[in-house]
């Protein structure tokens, strides 16, 4: 599908995204795999969800930002995996320029949102161990929902300049991405014309959207830590450490695969490397987020295993 736009160059209308089409063997394997961790990742975030909705010992600010990660994780999942799967059933990889563009705006802005939601939830430790006696008045109910929409309106906004801007460019080819969903460099890498100033524009506006709420969570966690050591009682520092530990094992998978997706060189050596690490933080991740927080939370197996076991028949 081209159209001549002059010269030697013609305006390509889809690409194909080879994902993991260089492995024929492997695609009832991978497909049966992705299918059951879409299935899990759906089922824990939106049990996390429903938990933090109905239940009210979970009505706290700090379930309030989970129950939100996990509406995050929800849609992200369903950004990239419903495509992935559909591609490895009916072995159709093409995909319009248009859906590919709709496809990154959404994946962006829910990055860039978690990036926020992410520092907001180290923001809440933060207050709560090194800030316990102002808590209540700091994260009350309405700075909660300030906070909360705040990181979501802040993702989406973050990418929508270089989606307009990217929407405008003339594609030219080559048609296939060795990419499993529709990334910046990779679309970027198809324009016919110079883009490096909008290469520069991306990188400022990433900055701009992503360092702060990295550089905030950063900080949280150097006071958080500081904080506990100064706790006299090793019970103490247990129970401070134990409120927080998951949320710090969810920011170090999450920043350290976007780490070196991101900020390491494209080249063919990492290019494989590349594609396994946006595997991490796009699929794994979502799927492992829910997992982490419940299995190191006392209070959320203890009401997870109570939802789902069968209460005995009373006469």
């Not at 992410?118 to 316990?132: E, F, G, K, N, Q």
Request: charge should be positive; proline fraction near 5%.
């Amino acid at each position: 599908m081209e159209n001549a736009v002059g010269g030697n160059h013609s305006c390509i209308t889809e690409v194909t995204l080879l994902g993991f089409s260089h492995h024929p063997g492997l695609q009832v394997p991978l497909f049966l795999l992705f299918l059951m961790i879409y299935i899990m990742t759906m089922a824990a975030n939106i049990s996390i969800v429903v938990l933090v909705v109905t239940d009210w010992h979970f009505h706290t600010p700090m379930y309030f930002f989970l129950g939100n990660l996990s509406c995050l994780e929800v849609c992200y999942s369903s950004t990239i995996l419903p495509r992935l799967l559909a591609s490895f059933l009916s072995g159709d990889r093409a995909i319009s320029i248009r859906c590919c563009i709709l496809q990154y705006y959404c994946f962006g802005s829910l990055t860039a949102a978690e990036c926020c939601l992410l520092a907001v939830m180290s923001l809440d430790r933060y207050v709560a161990i090194c800030r316990p006696l102002h808590y209540a008045a700091l994260m009350r109910v309405r700075s909660c929902l300030r906070l909360a929409a705040g990181s979501w309106i802040s993702g989406f906004l973050s990418t929508i300049a270089n989606t307009y801007w990217m929407s405008g460019m003339t594609l030219c080819g080559p048609t296939d991405l060795d990419h499993f969903f529709c990334d910046f460099t990779p679309l970027l890498k198809l324009s016919c014309s110079d883009t490096s100033l909008m290469a520069l524009v991306t990188l400022l506006l990433s900055a701009l959207f992503t360092l702060p709420p990295f550089l905030l969570t950063l900080t949280s966690y150097m006071c958080i830590i500081v904080a506990i050591l100064r706790i006299p009682s090793s019970t103490g520092r247990h129970k401070a450490f134990s409120t927080c530990s998951s949320h710090l094992t969810v920011i170090t998978l999450y920043y350290g695969t976007i780490i070196f997706v991101y900020v390491l060189p494209d080249t063919d050596t990492l290019r494989p490397l590349n594609k396994l690490f946006s595997l991490f933080y796009t699929i794994i991740t979502p799927f492992a987020n829910p997992l982490i927080y419940s299995l190191r939370n006392h209070e959320v197996r203890e009401t997870l295993r109570r939802a789902f076991t069968p209460r005995a028949c009373t006469a």
